[in-house]
Nanobody
Framework: QVQLVESGGGSVQAGGSLRLSCAAS????????MGWFRQAPGSDREGVAV????????YYADSVKGRFTISQDNAENTVYLQMNSLKPEDSAMYYC?????????????????WGQGTQVTVSS
């Protein structure tokens, strides 16, 4: 059973930065696919970024390209989401997700394991 624990959320003004972390544990295979999703009140869950921890391939939502960067530290079994130039519309609960296979897309149903989420609030 894969466990995911997010951290790093908070409140920031527009234009600011935050870095989210997702620590993974409990899996026996060497590499997995890990992604970040977000959900604002009254909205559907939206894919943000995904990374293949085996090869480093990444995929981003158009809305965050050039502003967000997903990265990994395999020694620490941790994935990061560096968020720069934040906008009020980035405000949401951010969830880390994991799946055995990397598919290069942001489809929530691809992911079997989810964290509890960390809140990001961007004020104008």
């Amino acid at each position: 059973q894969v466990q995911l624990v997010e951290s790093g959320g908070g409140s920031v003004q527009a234009g600011g930065s935050l870095r989210l972390s997702c620590a993974a544990s409990g899996y026996t295979y060497r590499y997995i696919s890990m992604g970040w999703f977000r959900q604002a009140p009254g909205s559907d869950r939206e894919g943000v970024a995904v990374i293949n921890t085996g090869g480093g391939s990444t995929y981003y939502a158009d809305s965050v390209k050039g502003r967000f960067t997903i990265s990994q530290d395999n020694a620490e079994n941790t994935v990061y989401l560096q968020m720069n130039s934040l906008k009020p519309e980035d405000s949401a609960m951010y969830y880390c997700a994991a799946n055995r296979w990397y598919r290069g897309r942001l489809t929530a149903s691809d992911f079997n394991y989810w964290g509890q989420g960390t809140q990001v609030t961007v004020s104008s």
